[in-house]
């Protein structure tokens, strides 16, 4: 069963403090994975596309990395304006539809 | 890039009735996608709308719970039936806009209380 994962399910931390957000996934012909940011409220942002393992795309604070069985999303001194849920989905060949993972919610404090 | 625009943005309905959303899009696109998002947690595909076809249902997901329209490629109702607490969520319409990536694009979302 195709399976997208995001850990951990929350993460709090100081503002200017580093860290990563993890997306695990296990799918049958993976043609993107795609990152994105919620806010309350609201519909998903798309932030990021990968394609292919290797690949690293950045805007501002935040960088995503792709492997062949997790994606990452390094958040660099991060600000409380970058507090959101982050979503992870893969879309497979031949279709464009969507499977998220869980989500990160990620608070940042001043 | 698209531009969607969903109404309502919210409501609160009685149980056993329904409630159409509707989805707007500014541009042409081959399919448009309802998600549904139950509170706390992440998306869940309920079904595909193509234009000038039946729409595509997910597995737990059924035409005479969630009937969509889709009469043209800028438009697209969901309807969600008979409703229960239960469906209690917030809907989303999504789109991949023709001739350009794979990202997908969503409204803002119909968020839908069943009192």
């Known amino acids: 069963e195709d399976q997208v994962t995001q850990s951990p399910e929350a993460l709090r931390l100081q503002e200017g403090e580093s860290s990563s957000l993890n997306c695990s996934y296990t799918?049958?012909?993976?043609?993107?994975l795609f990152w994105y940011r919620q806010d309350p409220g609201k519909g998903p942002e798309f932030l990021f596309t990968?394609?292919?393992a290797g690949e690293e795309k950045e805007k501002e604070r935040l960088k995503a990395t792709l492997t062949k069985k997790e994606s990452f999303l390094h958040i660099t001194a991060p600000k409380p304006e970058d507090s959101a849920t982050y979503l992870c989905?893969?879309?497979?060949?031949?279709?464009?539809?969507?499977?998220f993972g869980t989500g990160t919610r990620l608070q940042v404090f001043p | 890039s698209a531009v969607i625009s969903q109404k309502p943005s919210r409501d609160i309905c009685q149980r056993g009735t329904s409630l159409t959303i509707q989805c707007q899009v500014d541009?042409?696109?081959?399919?448009m996608f309802w998600y549904r998002q139950q509170p706390g947690q992440s998306l869940t595909l309920i079904a595909t709308?193509?234009?000038?076809?039946?729409?595509?249902?997910e597995s737990g997901f059924v035409i005479d719970k969630f009937p969509i329209s889709r009469p043209n490629l800028t438009f697209s109702t969901l309807t969600v039936s008979n409703m229960s607490p239960e469906d209690s969520s917030i809907y989303l319409c999504?789109?991949?806009?023709?001739?350009?990536?794979?990202?997908?694009?969503f409204g803002q979302g119909t968020r839908l209380t069943v009192v």
């Open positions: 989905a893969a879309t497979l060949y031949n279709t464009d539809k969507l499977i």
């Open positions: 799918v049958s012909g993976l043609r993107g």
């Open positions: 541009s042409q696109v081959t399919m």
């Open positions: 999504s789109v991949v806009p023709q001739g350009e990536g794979t990202e997908a694009f």
């Open positions: 990968l394609y292919s």
């Open positions: 709308a193509n234009q000038g076809s039946e729409a595509t249902y």
